[in-house]
């Protein structure tokens, strides 16, 4: 069963442009953690915010979290060509199971 | 450092056969994971081991089996092919639950 979902299904910006991207989830959670995706590779973890957290940074990263609208958003500043790729939220649903579920992600592209 | 290593990195097989996908992580980590993705479906777990000695099943596990060989080795094996299983196949390792995943590049499997 799908826990979260991203939100659009597809962006396309300009370098330049700051590009936001939203997860919504199901159940409580423990964390939500973000993952990139280039093309042709594999996963690679962005960040974690943790359930108690409501806004994260790192580098051009920020990230929020309202655990009482079960929804978390991804926004990259001043993109950048190289930022183009597919971008993932994942869930562990609380309960201590170690099967983190992943969405169907967001497909960025940034023009230059 | 090599993080997660995949072997093959593509295959292609005919209806029936089988195979043994590799997967080995040298940062030490207790979990491990096998998810496929597939157009549209984002990522699905087909098995994992949370720890050396165990393996569960994820969302997907039917037509496969696992073997968690070691605390750095852990393979997936179709045992008689089918085109359903035509995927890319990614292995992830993680420290310990509800941790950050490292990912391979994946294995890009073809069946006939």
């Known amino acids: 069963s799908q826990q979260g979902e991203e939100d659009p299904q597809a962006l396309s910006i300009q370098e330049g442009e700051n590009a936001t991207m939203n997860c919504s989830y199901k159940?409580?959670?423990?964390?939500l953690q973000w993952y990139r995706q280039n093309s042709g590779r594999g996963l690679v973890h962005l960040i974690l915010i943790r359930s108690n957290e409501r806004e994260k940074h790192s580098g051009r990263l920020r990230v929020t979290l309202d655990t009482s609208k079960k929804s978390s958003s991804l926004l990259i500043t001043a993109s950048r060509a190289a930022d183009t790729a597919s971008y993932f939220c994942?869930?562990?649903?609380?309960?201590?199971?170690?099967?983190?579920?992943f969405g169907k992600g967001t497909k960025l592209t940034v023009n230059p | 450092n090599a993080g997660v290593t995949q072997t093959p990195k593509f295959q292609v097989l005919k209806t029936g056969q089988s195979m043994t996908l590799q997967c080995a992580q040298d940062m030490n980590h207790n979990s491990m994971y096998w998810y496929r993705q597939d157009p549209g479906m984002g990522l699905r777990l087909i098995y994992y081991s949370a720890s050396e000695g165990t393996t569960d099943k994820g969302e997907v596990p039917n037509g496969y089996n696992v073997s968690r060989l070691n605390k750095r080795e852990f393979s997936l094996r179709l045992e008689s092919a089918a085109p359903s299983q035509t995927s890319v196949y990614f292995c992830a390792s993680s420290g310990h639950l509800n941790q950050p995943q490292h990912f391979g590049d994946g294995t890009r499997l073809s069946i006939l």
């Open positions: 159940t409580s959670i423990n964390n």
């Open positions: 994942a869930t562990p649903p609380q309960g201590g199971s170690e099967k983190l579920v």
